[in-house]
């Protein structure tokens, strides 16, 4: 109890106080609902759907040394990075996932994307085979499955789709203080970043209220809602200098 309460007082110290953390909610739109306004071009929505393996692997070997199966999975990179990893489908030559990444991919049409095909084995996993390309693969129509092959006779299907919208701000992280609430994380094709909101913006009022006559309750409700309503939010940057902002109705398209 006294390490947790030095803990707590060396923090003070350090940053003068302590102050609260919250996001602005984010609220799901059915894809009907969607149809008023028109999605990012490069921003989808992307499915791993299945696999299909050649009998055997390279070398004309087996694939599991008891006769079996491969037990496979899919990775999805973009520019080198790890987006997503399937889980392991066991003892099968064509393993079905038909799951959708969590958060919607932004493909930029340069961007590398790399889907990598793997066998699970008790002490590691053994490549099947991969796909590249730029962009989003050529036969990659909206709405409809693509097979990609791969080296060695195997080949994954994915599907993209629109991307999945969310009501809401996009302010993914703010510090509530008595008088203003600071702005840590803004997500990117979201009302606050399209209207240049940026870590370090201090929210000083919300329509004609100042933050420091609302309660913390008050002020985290009013900004969740101000996309919605068109509140217009008085705002002091870092340089201290105050400016009005506003935010339009459009999506919040996460991505990842």
């Known amino acids: 109890m006294w390490a947790r309460w030095m803990t707590v007082m060396v923090l003070v110290l350090a940053t003068g106080c302590v102050y609260p953390r919250r996001g602005t909610s984010l609220t799901p739109v059915r894809r009907e609902g969607a149809g ?3 999605a990012p071009s490069d921003i989808w929505q ?19 040394e008891g006769g079996g199966g491969p037990d496979a999975f899919v ?15 066991s003892d099968s030559h064509t393993p079905s996932w038909d799951i959708a990444l969590p958060h ?3 493909v930029a049409p340069g961007a590398s994307l790399r889907f990598e095909l793997w066998d699970q084995d008790t002490v590691g996993a053994d490549p099947v085979g991969q796909y590249r390309t730029r962009g989003l693969p050529p036969n990659a129509l909206p709405d409809a ?7 060695g006779g195997s080949y994954v299907t994915i599907r993209v789709s629109a991307p999945r919208p969310h009501r809401g701000v996009g302010i993914e992280q703010y510090e509530v203080r008595p008088d203003a609430l600071v702005v840590l994380r803004v997500a990117s094709h979201s009302p606050a970043s399209r209207a240049n909101l940026a870590p370090g913006d201090a929210i000083l009022a919300i329509g004609d209220r100042r933050v420091s006559a609302m309660s913390e309750a008050e002020a ?4 969740s809602m101000a996309s919605q309503r068109e509140t217009p939010l008085t705002v002091r940057g870092p340089n201290g200098q105050e400016r009005t902002v506003d935010l339009d109705r459009d999506f919040v398209w996460q991505t990842m």
């Open 104 to 106: 919607n991919v932004h």
């Open 46 to 64: 992307l499915t791993i759907v299945d696999a299909e393996i050649a009998p055997r692997k390279r070398g004309d070997l087996p694939w599991d």
């Open 145 to 151: 499955d693509a097979r990609l092959m791969l080296e």
């Open 75 to 89: 990775r999805v990179y973009r520019d080198e990075q790890l987006l997503f990893e399937t889980a392991v489908v």
């Open 220 to 223: 985290a409700s009013a900004l």
């Open 36 to 38: 008023m306004i028109a």
